[in-house]
């Protein structure tokens, strides 16, 4: 089975997205509740991502660029410079705060994803972190060739913190039939970057969710030119969410808190050293 939804077109700072996760049709993968294909676009050395101080909680955002250079700043004190290829890993816990914004010296070609992951009750309430990853390990398949993000796939596995059973994977398809293995406890997902990717006698293009249900072990796919995709899996979360604007939560309450405590600046979300203006909650309708 594949369910294809459409993505919802939004914009973020300076950046155009096509949001393929939450739909009202499909709200979650596993545990993965956001996915924002960013870009393409060009940047320049002061105009690229440019999203302000935020907070987040009970989630962890997982950015991957296909294409140029963001320099995240979190109340952690981290400041690291993420280019294609590489992930940039933060665990939101209880309260963090971050700025994505342009590195001031790389201008070119931007384009990436960015997805959260929600956090299960465990560690959803435990400490914020940060983590980055130079190089993740890569699978070779016929015709294909899979980083793994985060999680195992065809038994290369991410070096990448993971708090529940999930999977993400670039796929970089050449021309040609690719076999992969899969967990077939996991729900799995296809958000097509680039090209197009035909998956059991589907086409999935760039703005689009195919669905894959449960009981796959091997996804079979096609493609006739040179395609980027990204996979994510996942064992079905077995909760409730409660998102509004950057706050993954079970409840309406604790949402209300997270935004009054950002915009009172009571010191849950620390800091960020940032030139860019902190971005202050919405109302709450
Ligand atoms: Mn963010």
Do not use: K
């Amino acid at each position: 089975m594949v369910e294809v939804t459409e993505s919802h077109r939004a914009q973020v700072g300076e950046m155009q997205v096509r949001r393929a996760l939450p739909r009202r049709a499909r709200r979650t993968v596993g545990a993965w509740c956001f996915a924002d294909h960013m870009g393409p676009t060009t940047a320049t050395a002061e105009v690229g991502a440019d999203i302000g101080p935020h907070p987040h909680i009970g989630l962890q955002t997982v950015t991957w660029l296909t294409a140029g250079q963001i320099l995240h700043r979190d109340s952690l004190g981290s400041e690291q410079v993420i280019r294609a290829g590489q992930l940039n890993l933060m665990t939101a816990g209880h309260g963090v705060s971050h700025a994505e914004q342009s590195t001031g010296t790389y201008a070119g070609e931007l384009e990436g994803i960015q997805l959260w992951v929600a956090q299960p009750e465990a560690t959803r309430h435990g400490e914020p972190a940060f983590e980055h990853h130079a190089e993740l390990p890569q699978l070779d398949l016929a015709n294909a060739t899979a980083t793994v993000i985060v999680g195992e796939l065809g038994g290369t596995t991410s070096p990448a913190r993971r708090d529940t059973d999930h999977l993400g994977a670039e796929l970089r398809l050449r021309s040609g039939e690719t076999t992969m293995p899969l967990e077939s406890h996991h729900e799995h997902a296809l958000v097509v970057l680039d090209g197009a990717v035909e998956v059991d006698g589907t086409t999935v293009a760039p703005g689009h969710l195919a669905y894959l249900g449960t009981a796959r072990d091997e996804l079979g796919l096609r493609a006739s030119e040179p395609a980027t995709a990204i996979l994510l899996g996942g064992t079905p979360f077995p909760e409730q969410l409660s998102m509004w604007w950057n706050f993954v939560a079970r409840t309406s309450d604790e949402v209300d808190e997270a935004r009054a405590s950002w915009n009172a600046d009571d010191g849950r979300f620390g800091t960020v050293d940032s030139p860019l203006e902190r971005i202050p909650a919405p109302a709450r309708i």
